[in-house]
C-alpha cells in the first residue's frame, strides 16, 4: 500500500514537498516514481528514482525545478516541488516499480497510491 500525502494550494512560483509512506509490501529493491494526471488529461510521468537512490529520472518540464528522493529505512519517497507554475496543477501520484531500475513508463509500475492533489494559483 501506498499513501500520498503533502498536496495543498499553492501560488506559482511557490514550494511543496510531495511524501509517499509504502507499507506491507517490499519497496526497498524497487524503482519509485512520481506521476500525475491534470484535469481531462492521461496521466503523465513526472520522476523517478531507482532502488538505491543512485539514478533519477525527470520529465522535461519539471527537470531543475522538482527533486526526487527516497529513504528505504522509512519506506518513503519525496518529491520537492520548487518554482511551481499553473499548469503543475494536477492529482500527482506516486508508484512502485516492477523492477529496480528508474523507468519513465507508466506500464512498467505495478502499484499506485491514491494521490493527492496540487493545485498551483497564477
Known amino acids: 500500500q501506498l499513501q500520498a500525502c503533502g498536496g495543498g494550494l499553492v501560488q506559482a512560483g511557490g514550494s511543496l514537498r510531495l511524501s509517499c509512506a509504502a507499507s506491507g509490501r517490499t519497496f526497498s529493491t524497487y524503482a519509485l516514481g512520481w506521476f500525475r494526471q491534470a484535469p481531462g488529461k492521461e496521466r503523465e510521468f513526472v520522476a523517478a528514482?531507482?532502488?538505491?537512490?543512485?539514478?533519477?529520472s525527470y520529465a522535461d518540464s519539471v527537470k531543475g525545478r522538482f527533486t526526487i528522493s527516497r529513504d528505504n529505512a522509512k519506506n518513503t519517497v519525496y518529491l520537492q516541488m520548487n518554482s511551481l507554475k499553473p499548469e503543475d496543477t494536477a492529482v500527482y501520484y506516486c508508484a512502485r516499480g516492477a523492477a529496480g531500475w528508474a523507468t519513465t513508463t507508466l506500464d512498467e509500475y505495478d502499484y499506485w497510491g491514491q494521490g493527492t492533489l496540487v493545485t498551483v494559483s497564477s
Open positions: 528514482i531507482s532502488w538505491s537512490g543512485n539514478t533519477r
